[in-house]
């Protein structure tokens, strides 16, 4: 089957490359209405898969994906307009343009933690840049990739998105093809997996990946407004989120005061007295990563950490509460290893060299979060850490604006997402020049007896 979609697709991308952006807004405006139709099915999914509230879903997953889309209707017409590029000396008397095709036959693979969402959204991109989809959501969000799947059928034709359900067979079979782009979410192990595959045909990529997303909070911050913005942002998804604030580093001074705002927050947003309110906080997707965090929190115990708060967890309904952990040291899992769950290290610092210092010695990540009243200690933090992405003063956000690149660095991703940085990650950015009739590069054809003065002057104009 999956042979056969691809073939069916690799054929008739040549006749999308040619499509007009009305062409193109039209299906978009057919998917939006599809996916207004399915809404009460799609947060019955979620709810299934995820026990995600009606709000959050309705905020992180499907309002999400309608801003992307009408974002793009927007301003697809501007996007695949050639653009002028200026003039250079070789060139001096040719016009110069940049033409935006689409990249061809199109490979996404989501992951299960935001499943619409992640889906979705790359799917907008990779229509509005006028491509041929394959979809691969996660077999882990069965229930919202089934939904997915019946959204995709309703307003696609085969030979143009397609959406398989499967397990890691399915993907490996999918990325032996040789797609013309891959555009993947998920850990980066496996995104290490996936570049590889693609290797082997030279397919282009967009990976966006993890890692340990920092917060540093320093001795002049609002300890109580930082300590409610990182545990709404930690604990949305119940932490299952890339972006989330893995680890705080907060100076020794504010440790106490921070950890006393957060247990306030916490329970303020995710509790009915001392009980769970799981209304509103969401479940562990699976037993597998259920058991994964129980044995993070286990090993960083046995090896001398301490539980500040929390360190509950029941496994009949893939509730793990939110956890503060202290005193931890380099060697523990939760100091080395993406959590992916409501687990939050807290470790403090003396000098803002310190905190920065424990930044660079991970792999860059996916985003950094830095909470101060001081904009010499901000411009400070971002001068000497790198990270796909960065809020000041607040968490997450920073996803939600389609006017600029969503992405990471290194371990944590490459490539941009979302808006005009989507469109173009599904496009090649194709360089034209229209020269002029006037032949002044004879000049620099054999023979070149007697042109050393062009040598000459070309070096001083260079």
Known sequence: MIARIFAAQNSNKYNLRTTNSKERILKLEKLKKEIKSQEDSIYKALSKDLRKSYFEAALTEIYFVYGEIDHAIKNLSAWMRPKSAARFLPNILAKNKLYYEPKGSTLIIAPWNYPFQLVMGPLVSAIAAGNTVIVKPSEFS?????VMQQIINNVF??????CVLGDVEVSTELLGLPFDHIFFTGSTQVGKIVMEAAAKNLTSCTLELGGKSPVVITENADIETAAHKIAWGKLMNAGQTCIAPDYVLI?????DSFIGAYKKFTKEMFYNGDNINTAVYGKIINEKNFDRLVDLLNEAVDGGARVDYGGKFQKSDLTFQPTIVTQLNDHHKLSKEEIFGPILPIYTYKTLEEAVTKINNQPKPLAAYFFSQKTKEINYLIKYTSAGGTCV???????SNPNVPFGGIGPSGMGSSHGVYGFKAFSHERTVMFQSNIHLTKMIYPPYLGKEWLLKLLKKLY
């Open 251 to 255: 100076h020794e001074s504010q440790k």
């Open 393 to 399: 003063n607040d968490v997450l956000l920073h996803i």
């Open 142 to 146: 069965k229930y919202t990739s089934e």
């Open 157 to 162: 034709n085969e030979n143009e998105v397609a």
